[in-house]
């Protein structure tokens, strides 16, 4: 149990074109997600918090116009990275919780995304 | 003052030994705990949360937890090179409440 999925693993894009990542809690129902984002050999960075049905919790320094959360069901929520550049090329990590779901407050990760701004 | 506070390594140990990662946490508050593995280029996986005093094993693994000293370890027994990785010491306050990650210890395990 507590499998998240992420889609797409891999992506390459062009500068100035946006790109949506998709994040799905396959096997429960997850009130709360995360989206972190890691540069190589760095630790991770939370950059949001997305919980169903309402507006998502940005950290510090993150753009909520640039990097824009829908939470709108229990198991699925997106990221989109609006414009993209080539700083922003970086792992895309999702987490999903579950309130007395599965191992109670556990929060389950899903394989990441590869972002690859030319 | 980081709220979580890992040694960053590398931690080398042989092959068959134990090894020990620490992790101290700053929020007197925090009530659950976790470790997580990463393998290079891969996402992080949950291999042991802890709650309570004391400690808590599964398989190879025991994690230790010490809320007075605000301290959790996490001991690997019969240590494999498949075991090399970044290990992530989490926390957090609540199950409402985010959970604050430390920056990694990377440990190798050496044949």
């Known amino acids: 149990g507590a499998v998240v999925s992420q889609h797409p693993s891999r992506v390459i894009c062009k500068s100035g074109t946006s790109v949506k990542i998709e994040c799905r809690s396959l096997?429960?129902?997850?009130?709360?997600m995360f989206w972190y984002r890691q540069f190589p050999k760095k630790s991770l960075m939370l950059m949001a918090t997305?919980?169903?049905?309402?507006?998502?919790?940005?950290e510090q320094g993150v753009e909520k116009d640039k990097f824009l959360i829908n939470h709108a069901s229990l198991t699925l929520s997106t990221l989109t990275v609006t414009s993209a550049h080539p700083e922003d090329s970086s792992f895309y990590i999702c987490?999903?919780?579950?309130?007395?779901?599965?191992?109670?407050?556990?929060?389950?990760f899903g394989p990441g995304t590869r972002l690859t701004v030319l | 003052q980081k709220e979580v506070e890992q040694n960053s390594g590398p931690l080398s140990v042989p092959e068959g030994a134990i090894a020990s990662l620490n992790c101290t946490y700053s929020?007197?508050?925090?009530?659950?705990f976790f470790w997580y593995r990463q393998y290079s280029g891969k996402s992080p996986e949950l291999i042991m949360s802890?709650?309570?005093?004391g400690d808590k094993e599964d398989g190879r693994f025991t994690a230790q937890l010490n809320k007075a000293s605000q301290y959790v370890s996490l001991l690997i027994r019969d240590s494999q090179p498949s075991d090399s990785a970044t290990y992530l010491c989490?926390?957090?306050?609540?199950?409402?409440?985010?959970?604050?990650f430390g920056s990694g210890t990377r440990l190798s395990i050496r044949p």
């Open positions: 987490s999903a919780r579950s309130l007395g779901g599965p191992g109670g407050d556990e929060q389950f």
């Open positions: 997305s919980n169903e049905g309402s507006k998502a919790t940005y």
């Open positions: 989490a926390v957090s306050r609540s199950s409402a409440s985010k959970i604050i």
């Open positions: 929020d007197r508050g925090s009530q659950s």
């Open positions: 096997d429960f129902q997850a009130t709360t």
């Open positions: 802890i709650y309570s005093n």
